[in-house]
């Protein structure tokens, strides 16, 4: 079945870096779009960073020129590149896949990381 392990987070200072990572398992990974998105505490879930098969990528307003998404192919994973960091990006992230299985598509989820960033 399909499987997405999140890892990387902690507590950065503002400023700082991380590099999320989310493994994947159990589905074609070269075939699907995989996305990162992050939930704040009262907040809605809002989708992060988007890169698709090819490896065309999409940002939110809020991370452009911050984050970067990537995949590597070889390893099933996706990753979340963050630089510059602000108290504002402090979230719970997850990668999602809108994957086709069972005979319907359905979006998968991992179990998120925390991010927290914060002096």
């Known amino acids: 079945q399909v499987h997405l392990v999140e890892s990387g987070g902690g507590l950065v200072q503002p400023g700082g870096s991380l590099r999320l990572s989310c493994a994947a398992s159990?589905?074609?990974?070269?075939?699907?779009?995989m996305s990162w998105y992050r939930q704040a505490p009262g907040k809605q879930r809002e989708l992060v960073a988007i890169?698709?098969?090819?490896?065309?990528?999409n940002y939110a307003d809020s991370v452009k020129g911050r984050f970067t998404i990537s995949r590597d192919g070889a390893k099933n994973t996706v990753y979340l590149q963050m630089n510059s960091l602000n108290p504002e990006d402090t979230a719970v992230y997850s990668c999602?896949?809108?994957?086709?299985?069972?005979?319907?598509?359905?979006?998968?989820w991992g179990q998120g990381t925390q991010v927290t960033v914060s002096s």
């Open positions: 890169v698709s098969s090819g490896g065309a990528t």
């Open positions: 159990g589905f074609t990974f070269s075939s699907y779009t």
């Open positions: 999602n896949v809108r994957a086709w299985a069972g005979g319907k598509w359905s979006d998968f």
